[in-house]
Every structure is written in structure tokens, then in C-alpha cells.
């Protein structure tokens, strides 16, 4: 079957630029997390949702950014007024549902450079 | 705070031979830990997946073990070969709600043919 899918698979930008990166999980999973990778960083959590729960933003490093997930499948990440430290890969993955036993499946993910 | 620490950062090997990759973790309490592959440019595919009751799983050439108590998995690679050549990521996971994972910063292992 489909796995999770991202689109843009990359994206250039310049500073000060908003932007908008996609996520399409598989069908049926209700849990969806966005990671970001980086160099010196590694890869950090930032943003889960649950079902219609609100999300958890706790991971999200400053209030430029924000994601949605409208009804409960595909979600946005959007980057405002972006920084050149905003570069990296974003990842996302989504499982079955959030409990521990279930695994997360990512996707390819979005290489994001700011210029 | 969970911190995961990954040793080697990476390592080169001749075809054939065994290799054990080291995860070490901060905070005992966790749900289970996961071991990842990460081709230049791709994202994540999971290897093995072992619950905080377990002490190991297999899968082919590969078997993961963990060690709750000490804080440590490790990864063992029978018989490597070239296609093996990738970064390997190791990810705990907390017992609570969310469960988002908490990642080492990598091994990168290359195997020469």
C-alpha cells in the first residue's frame, strides 16, 4: 500500500519568505508527527496530532511556526518569515494510532533551503 | 530530559565482517525503542522495533537488544555487506501519550566491498 508521502521533496527559498510543506500519511492512521533533521541538530520532534485532539506544539521552536491537519488525514507545516536557520530536512510519519506498541512510518521528507 | 547518545558517529568495515552499533539513553522509563536506516536523501525505514518487556528482536542479518535497566541497545549486522552502506538511527519512546520519538544523532556506516 501508499506510504507516508511529502510534497515539495524540495524547496528553495528565500529569507523572509513564508512556506508551506505537505504531509499525506496512510490511510487510517490517526497519530501524525513532524520531525526536522539538521545538521548539528540531529533530528527533533515538533508537532503531533491525534485524531481531532489539539496538538501537541511542545517541540516547535519559535511561533513562525505552525501546522494544521484538516479532517484528521493530510497536514501543512508553515514556516512565516523564514530564516536561513530554518534549513533543513522535515520529516513526517504517522502511525496506526499514538499508543506506544505502534510503530512510525515516515516519509521521504522535505529538504528545505533558505537563501 | 531524554537524551540518546549513538557510538561510533561512523565506521568503515571490509564485506563480511560482524559489526554492533551502541544507543545509549538517559531515562530508563521508556516504551520501547526503535532502530532506524536512512539512505543519503531518504527518510526513515524502520528496522526492528523492541518493547520496553523485551530484551531483543531479530530480523534476518540483523538483531537489536535492549538493556532498560543500563540504558543501552545495541545493534548487531551479521555478515555486512555494501548494501548496508547507510545512516543508522536509534529512537526511544516515552510511556506517555504523544509517544513522539527522541532520536540519537546517528551512526554512519560504510562497507567496502
Known amino acids: 500500500g501508499a506510504g507516508v508521502s511529502q510534497s515539495p521533496s524540495n524547496k528553495v527559498t528565500e529569507k523572509g519568505k513564508d512556506v508551506e510543506l505537505r504531509c499525506d500519511p496512510i490511510s487510517g492512521h490517526t497519530a501524525l508527527y513532524w520531525y526536522r533533521q539538521s545538521l548539528g541538530q540531529g533530528l527533533e520532534f515538533l508537532i503531533y496530532?491525534?485524531?481531532?485532539?489539539?496538538?501537541?506544539k511542545s517541540g516547535l521552536p519559535s511561533d513562525r511556526f505552525s501546522a494544521e491537519r484538516t479532517g484528521g488525514s493530510v497536514s501543512t507545516l508553515t514556516i512565516q518569515r523564514t530564516q536561513q536557520e530554518d534549513s533543513a530536512v522535515y520529516l513526517c510519519?504517522?502511525?496506526?494510532?499514538?499508543?506506544?506498541?505502534?510503530?512510525?512510518?515516515f516519509g521521504p521528507g522535505t529538504r528545505l533551503t533558505v537563501t | 530530559k531524554q537524551e540518546v547518545t549513538q557510538i561510533p558517529a561512523a565506521l568503515s568495515v571490509p564485506e563480511g565482517e560482524n559489526l554492533v552499533l551502541n544507543c545509549s539513553f538517559t531515562?530508563?522509563?521508556?516504551?520501547?525503542l526503535q532502530w532506524f536506516r536512512q539512505d543519503p536523501g531518504k527518510g526513515l525505514t524502520s528496522l526492528l522495533l523492541?518493547?520496553?518487556?523485551?530484551r531483543e528482536q531479530t530480523s534476518g542479518r540483523l538483531n537489536a537488544s535492549l538493556d532498560k535497566s543500563s540504558g543501552r541497545s545495541t545493534l548487531y549486522i551479521a555478515a555486512s555487506q555494501p548494501g548496508d552502506s547507510a545512516t543508522y538511527l536509534c529512537?526511544?519512546?516515552?510511556?506517555?501519550?504523544?509517544?513522539?520519538?527522541?532520536f540519537g544523532g546517528g551512526t554512519r556506516l560504510m562497507v567496502k566491498p
Open positions: 529512537a526511544v519512546r516515552p510511556p506517555n501519550a504523544g509517544n513522539m520519538l527522541t
Open positions: 531515562d530508563s522509563a521508556i516504551y520501547n
Open positions: 523492541i518493547q520496553s518487556s523485551q
Open positions: 496530532f491525534q485524531g481531532n485532539s489539539a496538538p501537541d
Open positions: 510519519a504517522s502511525s496506526l494510532t499514538s499508543g506506544g506498541a505502534y510503530e512510525q512510518y
